[in-house]
């Protein structure tokens, strides 16, 4: 059994690396995409808030498909279907064609998220220890990869199809072979666990606060993405050269973060780890509201990917421990909030840069974050317990109310 585990780890680690290769080679190659088919400064919104839309009708499809199919089976058809619409972007010339491969991009990802994550928490109680920031860690190094393969690939000018297809025709092979390992079965430490929430269903009120930091943690995961160049340049008066700088530094802390997360975990509990990356992040907002130049602003977005690395795998290992008999429709629920935070992060700091200014608009993700602290007891490990010192609702009484979902 410990070899199987060992390999169904391995190999989901790998899937988590290869989808944060996908995500970034998509994500930073926009305008390139944008060039391709002549899409409008006015319609590019549009494009983009699809994605996160339909990614989460995925995640809530997967919630209902992993009643009949496991999750290792969605996550095995899921990741080729992201690396072909992924190419399907890059090879198309109509915006017919744009619109039908992010829309096969987005519902995939979504379904790719949850199940991916469902296998992270099983293994995770499996193990009998945190494993999970392991596998956002190669999600992590994932995105560096891609990123700097799209960096590659813009530098030399190369048509996006280019681009695109050495990395698919490499990494589909490798994920559908890797896939074979991947475990769905827990383990004797998750036994007991499961038995307790056997028949439990979900009660999306008792979610709701790992929802809500879920969220948060986007919002400043996506401020950080969008305007962390724009920043640098246009308030701290950085180079261009020098404003592609903070996004990297926060790519690489993030990777930093997680690969060492676990060990925090172990060690000091979810619970601290948790206050800590809470109270870290907002101190990187705000050194990056008061940043007199732009060195000190890149010490703020490094203390940003340090402390907002922990938050959503710790929540997602959360939603298993509160519903260890319906972890999977948890989780699931949960990834939807991945998207919501994306889609509000951005246009929220734009609309606050505009109208206030955007040091101001940095403190508001700040204060955001800051709301982790009052749900820090939510991601304690303790089965009978949940934040606030609220006890957690009995396997029988979880499906009563209106509030059952």
């Given at each position: ?20 290769v ?7 190659r926009?305008?390139?995409?944008q ?5 409008s ?8 808030a ?6 989460g009708?995925?995640?809530?499809s ?12 969605l ?6 279907v ?12 109509r915006?017919v064609?744009?619109?039908v ?11 790719l998220?949850?199940?991916?994550n ?23 190094l ?9 960096w ?16 698919v ?10 896939s074979?390992w991947?475990?769905d079965d827990?383990g ?6 499961q ?5 439990q ?18 919002i400043?995961d996506?401020t950080?993405s969008n305007w962390s160049?724009?920043?640098l ?7 261009e ?15 930093l973060g997680?690969?060492i ?11 601290a ?6 109270l870290?992040a ?7 509201a008061?940043a ?8 703020g977005f ?24 319906a ?13 919501v935070?994306f889609?509000?992060g951005?246009?929220?700091v734009g ?5 206030w ?6 403190l ?6 800051l709301v982790?602290?009052?749900?820090a ?7 009978d ?11 029988a ?9």
């Open positions: 059994m410990t070899d199987v585990l060992r390999r169904g780890r391995a190999s989901l680690a790998f899937g988590f690396l290869v989808q944060g996908a995500f970034a080679l998509l994500v930073t926009i305008p390139a995409i060039d391709r088919y002549g899409v400064d006015a319609l590019l919104p549009a494009f983009l699809a994605v996160p839309i339909l990614a009708m995925g995640s809530v997967t919630e209902r498909l992993v009643k009949r199919v496991p999750p290792s089976r996550l095995r058809w899921s990741q080729p992201v690396l072909l619409a992924l190419l399907g972007v890059g090879a198309g010339e915006m064609e744009l619109a491969a992010l829309a096969a991009f987005g519902l995939a990802v979504g379904m998220d949850a199940s991916m469902m296998l992270g928490v099983s293994l995770q109680r499996s193990y009998g220890r945190s494993i999970m920031l392991s596998f956002h860690a190669a999600y992590s994932g995105g560096i990869v891609g990123a700097s393969l799209a590659a690939g813009a530098h030399w000018d190369l048509a996006l199809w280019v681009s695109y297809l050495p990395v025709a490499v990494l589909l092979p490798a994920v559908l072979v890797g074979r991947y475990v827990r004797p430490a998750a036994a007991g666990e038995k307790e929430g056997e028949g269903v979900l009660v999306f009120r008792w979610l709701w606060p790992l929802c809500l930091v879920m969220t948060v943690a986007y400043g996506s950080v160049a724009k920043y340049q246009d308030v701290l008066g950085s180079s050269q020098l404003a592609t700088v903070p996004y990297n530094v926060y790519m690489v802390t993030t990777l997680r690969a997360g676990d060990f925090g975990v172990r060690r000091f509990g979810a619970v780890v948790v206050r800590g990356g809470a870290v907002a101190g990187g907002f705000a050194v990056v008061g007199p130049g732009a060195w000190v602003g890149m010490l490094t203390l940003l990917g340090l402390g907002l690395c922990v938050l959503v795998p710790q929540t997602f290992a959360a939603a298993g421990r509160l519903f260890p008999g972890s999977d429709a948890a989780v699931a629920r949960l990834n939807v909030f991945n998207y935070g889609l509000i951005s246009p929220l609309a606050l840069g505009d109208l200014s955007y040091r101001g608009a940095m508001v993700p700040m204060v955001l974050v982790t602290l009052v749900y007891r939510s991601f304690a490990p303790q089965p317990r949940y934040g606030g010192g609220h006890e957690r609702p009995r396997t009484d979880v499906g009563r109310g209106s509030n059952g979902l």
